[in-house]
């Protein structure tokens, strides 16, 4: 059974640059979600998908931000004209509303994003 | 913002219990207590959720006050591996918006040796 996936694992960027990250949700999970972690702070939502459908986006992600899920599978986060304050752990988790599942995430290992 | 609140750290010696608690007074009849665990540098874990009753499983116990105003992550006997940034959270387990997670800033638990 393999995890949810995220790549890169690590990416360091110079401010003003676009950055893309990638993540693989389990097989058989309808749902996938991002989520952004700051230094000393619990993860925050930016965004949901429900098999290809963006349903909820938080006033976190601003313009600069687009995500997609083509196909309901895998799900990129583009970031644009990075800043500073963008740097920080996105991670991506992915659960299943099927009759009978838990629907807990299940979160990626994460891609630290550094903008110099 | 967390509907929870969380010491925000604790300790616990090797091969003891660990018993974290977290409360969560405003708490929703329809809202479940989800526990998940983030280790250094990795991404959450989910542990165990519960309604109303004590749940266990192979990684930990939870225990709900019978108002279910608060709760008890135990983890039977902590090991080094154990350390880790605890978050208890109170969610809706099917419907609404998105089942989103609304995380607080946990508990960091260090297992001493």
């Known amino acids: 059974d393999t995890g949810v996936s995220q790549d890169p694992r690590h990416k360091i960027t110079k401010r003003g640059q676009n950055v893309t990250f990638r993540c693989d949700p389990i097989s058989e999970h309808n749902r996938l979600y991002w989520y952004r972690q700051t230094l000393g702070q619990g993860p925050e939502f930016l965004t949901y998908?429900?098999?290809?459908?963006?349903?909820?986006k938080s006033r976190l992600l601003s313009d600069r931000f687009s995500a997609e899920r083509p196909k309901g599978s895998f799900s990129t986060l583009e970031i644009q004209r990075t800043e500073q304050g963008d740097s920080a752990m996105y991670l991506c988790?992915?659960?299943?509303?099927?009759?009978?599942?838990?629907?807990?995430?299940?979160f990626g290992p994460g891609t630290r994003l550094t903008v110099t | 913002d967390a509907k929870t609140t969380q010491p925000p750290s604790m300790d616990c010696a090797e091969g003891r219990a660990a018993n974290l608690p977290c409360n969560h007074s405003?708490?929703?009849?329809?809202?479940?207590v989800y526990w998940y665990r983030q280790i250094h540098s990795q991404g959450p874990q989910y542990i165990i959720h519960g309604l109303k009753n004590n749940e266990t499983n192979e990684m930990a116990s939870l225990i709900i006050t019978e108002d279910r105003k608060s709760s008890t992550l135990i983890l039977p006997h902590a090991t080094l591996r154990d350390t880790a940034v605890y978050y208890c959270?109170?969610?809706?387990?099917?419907?609404?918006?998105?089942?989103?997670?609304?995380f607080g800033t946990g508990t960091l638990l260090a297992v001493q040796p």
């Open positions: 988790a992915s659960s299943s509303n099927s009759l009978g599942d838990n629907d807990e995430q299940y």
């Open positions: 959270i109170v969610r809706v387990k099917y419907g609404g918006a998105t089942n989103k997670l609304i």
């Open positions: 998908f429900q098999n290809e459908a963006q349903l909820e």
């Open positions: 405003t708490i929703s009849g329809n809202e479940y």
